[in-house]
């Protein structure tokens, strides 16, 4: 048990510094939403992983024999991921940037920042595929037993969670340098 411990952490902690959308939607939630925005779009980014965990442990197999036969599939996610920066990279901030923060900051709509951390890692199909693979790697040296599934994939997804909490406190002492158009350009 320990050792599935001390081998989830390192993989926690490297997720968590996967560069890709949810990394950089995170980083810009702290910045203009603020801390209780960023927890809560980044416990829908881990309800999505805990549901691509799910479905890639009931279904590694066959699962992955279809994505292998089906690369469209990637990509329609890709596709969808790169509108999103597009719509995001084209809206122009209407105001100054300390009206923006306060306005932002007063309407947060933390269920529609559960939403969208959820499905912005949900719509990414290469997710799914990191699940899987790290699934098929890791089940024989589990033993394909459940327990010890749920203890590694637990410790995992809590180091990340823990990791992404001290990212979300970092970015906000970079307030002042990230201002709204420079998120947008970055």
Do not use: C, H
């Amino acid at each position: 048990m320990i050792d599935d411990i001390q081998a989830a952490i390192p993989l926690g902690f490297f997720l968590s510094f996967m560069i890709g959308p949810v990394f950089f939607v995170l980083i810009e939630t702290s910045v203009t939403k603020g801390f209780r925005a960023a927890v809560v779009f980044d416990l829908g980014v881990i309800v999505a992983d805990v549901f691509f965990i799910a479905l890639a442990y009931f279904s590694s197999f066959q699962l992955l024999e279809n994505l292998s036969n089906q690369p469209g599939l990637f990509v329609f996610g890709g596709m969808i991921i790169t509108v999103y920066g597009i719509i995001i990279f084209l809206k122009k901030p209407k105001k100054t940037t300390q009206q923006a923060n306060e306005q932002i900051s007063d309407k947060t709509n933390y269920f529609g920042m559960f939403i969208k951390g959820f499905l912005i890692n949900f719509i990414n199909i290469g997710v799914l595929v990191f699940w899987l693979v790290i699934i098929i790697i890791t089940g024989p040296t589990l033993e394909n037993n459940l327990n010890r599934f749920v203890v590694f994939f637990s410790t995992m997804i809590g180091v990340y969670f823990f990791t992404d909490i001290v990212k979300i406190l970092l970015a906000k002492q970079l307030k002042k340098k990230l201002t709204p158009i420079r998120i947008i350009k970055l």
